[in-house]
């Protein structure tokens, strides 16, 4: 009667006894079946040679471990043309030969390696009732009989991936369509993926990167697939390239930004090209850190605009406010908010420009400023000369050092282009 609530009820077992260590429960186990199939010749047979004994780990009972104790037979095989004279007692399901476990509970500890990995799933296995080592959780993965994904859609990428950083590499084959990993090779030969791509057919399309043996791996496995740089690595090319031209020109650039630092109300004519590129980098930045979503509804409710609809509408479409959308029309471009602090420099402007202050630093003239009552900090006091000495540049201080042009590096140059 137990055993139907503590032994699997698809295999021919009794439970004849049960005895308890602390923590461990013994069951004492007996076989109902009356023959055997022979492995190698697949007949059955009843005559028995002899008896031996298998402990199996099944799952926990009340929190205690289980432990079947299966008294198992050895049958002689009748079949006289049959190489093996005698052999151990096989089942339908559940109890496999060598192995330690039940069925059930290696289904257990498989599912736990699938989610946790080996370390974690080892560690889970303990407080599940079925404590395993990290090496046995991967034998147990390995042991899966996962069948690979045959068919894909038939555009793939193709890259490489590290086992471990610097030393052994494999390659990863990603589904561009279903946007799923597909399989992955064991090394990055032309020779593995060649021989992938020839039980693959229906590829017709590979993104790869510019690694050799991939094109050759590609060429010689789907002779009639499309190969194709992928958008990444042609990005991370051309910045590379770019990037050397720049360092190349450190004189040439050095110019340019000297050009540019001139004060803007005397450009040269000759210098006017340059200013144009360097303005039209200057615009980027002034947008650069307006999220994508709000240019993007900056955008779509100046085309609805233009289309004749209502601001009701633009705003109930776009999610906004009838105030936003009513700002957003009258704007040409979108700018980031300036910053609404303000100071009482205007107090000191009488002051900023005596005959004897147009020779100091902006430093000593903010110093000076502040223990007159000037509220704003050193950055804010330069925003707001630079802004005077633009409209009056007799505001201007006096050099006296060297002059210190401000430019950008080569990979910032490259990353802007
Ligand atoms: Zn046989």
Same mark, same amino acid.
């Given at each position: ?19 308890? $260590? &602390? ?59 049959? &190489?093996?004279?005698?052999?151990? $007692?096989? #089942? ?21 390696? =699938? ?13 599940? /009732? ?17 069948? &690979? ?16 950083? /610097? ?17 992955? %090779? ?26 050799? &043996? ?38 040439? =650039? ?43 509804? #900056? ?20 999610? =906004? ?29 009488? #002051? ?20 007159? /009552? ?38 910032? %140059?490259? %990353?802007?282009?």
């Amino acid at each position: 009667m137990i055993s139907q609530f503590i032994l699997p009820t698809n295999v021919q077992l009794r439970a004849d006894s049960i005895h308890s $260590e &602390p923590g461990i429960l013994y069951i004492d186990t007996s076989v109902c079946q009356t023959c055997s199939i022979c492995p190698v010749c697949n007949k059955k047979s009843s005559k028995i040679h002899s008896r031996y004994s298998r402990t199996l780990l099944d799952l926990p009972i009340s929190g205690h471990l289980s432990k079947v104790q299966l008294k198992a037979r050895k049958y002689f095989c009748d079949n006289p043309e049959c &190489p093996r004279k005698v052999f151990t $007692e096989r #089942f339908d399901c559940e109890i496999k030969p060598y192995y330690r476990r039940m069925i059930r509970s290696n289904d257990l500890l498989a599912r736990m390696a =699938l989610e946790l990995g080996g370390n974690t799933g080892a560690a889970i296995s303990r407080y599940a /009732g079925v404590p395993v080592s990290p090496s046995t959780i991967l034998r147990v993965v390995k042991r899966l009989d996962i069948q &690979p994904k045959k068919l894909t859609s038939g555009v793939i990428g193709v890259d490489d991936w590290a086992f471990k950083k /610097g030393k052994t590499y494999g390659t990863v084959i990603v589904d561009l369509a279903k946007k799923e990993v597909v399989d992955l %090779l064991p090394d990055r030969e032309s020779a593995t993926l060649s021989e992938w791509l020839k039980q693959h057919p229906e590829i017709k399309t590979v993104s790869r990167d510019r690694y050799g &043996p991939y094109a050759l791996g590609i060429k010689t496995g789907a002779p009639d697939a499309s190969q194709v740089a992928d958008r990444f690595h042609l990005l991370m090319n051309l910045g590379n390239a770019t990037k050397r031209i720049f360092q190349s020109k450190g004189k040439e =650039l050095r110019e340019a930004f000297t050009l540019y630092n001139q004060p803007k109300n005397k450009p040269a004519k000759t210098e006017s090209a340059v200013q144009n590129m360097l303005q039209i980098t200057e615009d980027i930045l002034t947008t650069a850190n307006i999220s994508i979503d709000k240019l993007h509804k #900056f955008e779509k409710v100046k085309d609805l605009y233009s289309k004749g609809s209502s601001i009701r509408q633009i705003a109930k479409t776009v999610k =906004l406010t009838r105030t936003t959308v009513r700002k957003y029309t009258m704007m040409e471009k979108l700018v980031k908010r300036q910053a609404h602090t303000t100071t009482n420099l205007d107090a000191f402007i009488g #002051f900023l420009m005596q005959e004897e202050n147009r020779v100091k630093t902006y430093r000593e003239l903010h110093k000076t400023t502040v223990e007159m /009552g000037f509220n704003g900090k050193y950055t804010q006091f330069c925003n707001k000369m630079n802004e005077l000495k633009n409209t009056q540049p007799a505001l201007r201080p006096k050099s006296t050092g060297p002059i210190l042009v401000k430019t950008w590096s080569p990979t910032r %140059l490259s %990353l802007m282009l």
